[in-house]
């Protein structure tokens, strides 16, 4: 069952390019393959542009679970500073 309070993110685990689809998947909670298969059958039968510029725009205007975090997601997290 969905979860109406969570957000969709991207995933950092469920990535192949941007985690856009990974991020839907778990929202969903179905597999990572079946969101991108549907994806690219529903981008194949209603125009590749269409579906590349919907991908862009969620890649850009999803936030990341780093982000949400409050990690960056290129940014690694410091060491722990050692105590003597």
Known sequence: MLNPRRAIERSREQRMLGGVLGGIAE??????SVARVVYILLTAFTGF???AVAYAALWVFLPSEAA???LSA???SPPPIPRA
């Open 49 to 51: 542009v269409l579906g």
């Open 68 to 70: 949400a975090e409050g």
């Open 27 to 32: 929202w969903l909670q179905c597999d990572p």
């Open 74 to 76: 290129s940014t690694p």
